[in-house]
C-alpha cells in the first residue's frame, strides 16, 4: 500500500509539476502572439499610411499636372483670340482700338505725373 501511496504521490506530483509548465508556457506563448499580432498591426498601420501619403502625393501631382495643361491650353487660344483679332482689325483696315487705349492711358498717366509733382 505505501507504494502505491508513493506512487501517486510521484503522479501528482508530475502532474502538477506539467500543469505549471503548461501554465507558463501558454502564457508565454500568449505573450509572443500579443507582441506578433502587435507588430503585425504596427506595420500595417504603416503600410496603410504610407500608401494614403502615396496616393494623395500622386493625386495632388495629377492635379497640378492637369491645371498647368489647363491654363497652357487657356494662354494658347487666348493668344489665337488676339492673333485672330488683330489680323481681322488688319484685314477690315480698322484702326487698333488697344492702341488708343494704351495712348490714352499714358497721356493720363502723364497728366497725373505732372499734378502730383506740382
Given at each position: 500500500?505505501?507504494?502505491?501511496?508513493?506512487?501517486?504521490?510521484?503522479?501528482?506530483?508530475?502532474?502538477?509539476?506539467?500543469?505549471?509548465?503548461?501554465?507558463?508556457?501558454?502564457?508565454?506563448?500568449?505573450?509572443k502572439?500579443?507582441?506578433?499580432?502587435?507588430?503585425?498591426?504596427?506595420?500595417?498601420?504603416?503600410?496603410?499610411?504610407?500608401?494614403?501619403?502615396?496616393?494623395?502625393?500622386?493625386?495632388?501631382?495629377?492635379?497640378?499636372t492637369?491645371?498647368?495643361?489647363?491654363?497652357?491650353?487657356?494662354?494658347?487660344?487666348?493668344?489665337?483670340?488676339?492673333?485672330?483679332?488683330?489680323?481681322?482689325?488688319?484685314a477690315?483696315?480698322?484702326?487698333?482700338?488697344m492702341?488708343?487705349?494704351?495712348?490714352?492711358?499714358?497721356?493720363?498717366?502723364?497728366?497725373?505725373a505732372?499734378?502730383?509733382?506740382?
Open positions: 500500500m505505501d507504494v502505491l501511496k508513493k506512487g501517486f504521490s510521484i503522479a501528482k506530483e508530475g502532474v502538477v509539476a506539467a500543469a505549471e509548465k503548461t501554465k507558463a508556457g501558454v502564457e508565454e506563448a500568449a505573450a502572439t500579443k507582441e506578433g499580432v502587435m507588430y503585425v498591426g504596427t506595420k500595417t498601420k504603416e503600410g496603410v499610411q504610407s500608401g494614403v501619403n502615396t496616393v494623395a502625393q500622386k493625386t495632388t501631382d495629377q492635379a497640378n492637369a491645371a498647368d495643361a489647363a491654363v497652357a491650353g487657356a494662354n494658347e487660344v487666348s493668344e489665337k483670340a488676339v492673333e485672330g483679332l488683330e489680323q481681322a482689325v488688319a477690315t483696315g480698322l484702326e487698333d482700338p492702341a488708343e487705349v494704351e495712348i490714352t492711358k499714358t497721356e493720363e498717366g502723364a497728366e497725373e505732372a499734378e502730383v509733382a506740382q
